[in-house]
């Protein structure tokens, strides 16, 4: 769900379009006619058109055949994660309806419901990732680098609660899926942190917003006379800059350094800059050390921020290069089920530096997700760095509220 979008108002638009076309009677389904649809959707909104006429074709032709063999819906839809992983863009995907209906609520940070986790697959194993902040995994115990063996008594991978996944086709990003829950549900998992040590937890699905997030992932830590806060954003959603801002001028406000961890899906562009000039503007909020948390999942409107904060030397980039995931999307209804991503635009200059690409870090740190009991080392090693950025400052003399220099 790593969603782009140039502007509030343009966002906006092709919400209440994709709204109106999904909203209506549902269409009757045609089974041999998904892999057509999602050609067609490419061919008309993709905003690459020289690909489009003189790539797709052969392309289509490549996998037409295997679409019109396949037994059932479920196989047609994995031909077409096939074409889809041969086209070079990100903002390319085909999603679930539920996905999409997440997605949507992410971006106007509506509650929906949410376990407050997602799955890393690797290989034929599933690691808990994604485990924000105040969620129900949370407060159920989960941690992050969990071993999922069994989601309600079966392995994940039969588990009937397992959505699609929603990385991009095309890039090398990990591959996460969400459980598919409505409020109040109970679900089981039986997770092993340590190698053949296994428990269970029972979890109770919640109506949740991105905002709600945002607010529980707060955090003041104690480190050599300092107090280093920091904040996560899992999405750049509605009026996301105006929440930080609260947060930044109120419980923050004492902090002598800051983390604004970006890992995650992407968002929206108007906000993303707003979030820019708010970090590195003439009249920014912040004046103090500050460092961004990147990796592989980080993309679109948050790779735009970690781009233009480093341009602006307001920020350190610490962890992993991210996904290379920024121009715009659209979304097309299917039918069946299905939503496709497309991608239908660029950002004039961030997109030739950053799609297909990624932002390097500055300080490069690799993070690890197996069994990792919820260690964080891409945060720690950020941390670190904001304790000995402030001792240098103090130092040297430099006030506390100096502006932020690498």
Known sequence: MNVLFDSRGSRSFRVLAVASVLGGAPAVAQVPDLFERAVDAVAARHWDREFVQRELPDLVRTFRRAARVARSLAERAVVVDSLLSRVPSSHLALFSRYTFDALMAEVTARPHPTLGLKLEQRGSRFFACEVVAGGPAERAGVRRGDLVVAVDGVPPPRAARLDRHDDDAHLRDPVRRGLRVTAGERVRLVLERTRGRRGEVEIEAQARSTADTVRASVRITARDGL????????????????????????????????????????????????????????????????????????????????????????????????????????????????????PVGRLRGSSDQVELRGVAPDLSVADSLPFSRGADPIRDAALSWLSSECRARRASGVPRAAASRR
Do not use: N, Q
């Open 227 to 342: 107090r280093l806060g920091s904040l996560h954003l899992p999405f750049v959603h509605d009026d996301c800059a105006a929440l930080v801002a609260e947060l930044v001028r109120g419980r923050l406000a004492g902090c002598d350094a800051l983390v604004l961890d970006l890992r995650g899906r992407g968002g929206s562009a108007g906000e993303a800059r707003r979030l820019v000039r708010m970090f590195g503007g003439s009249r920014r909020i912040w004046r103090r050390p500050l460092a961004l948390l990147i990796d592989r999942s980080t993309r679109s409107a948050k790779e735009l921020i970690a781009l233009e904060l480093r341009r602006r030397a307001a920020a350190l980039l610490v962890g992993e290069r991210t996904a290379g995931a920024l121009v715009e999307a659209g979304f097309e209804d299917l039918g069946d089920g299905y939503v496709l991503m497309v």
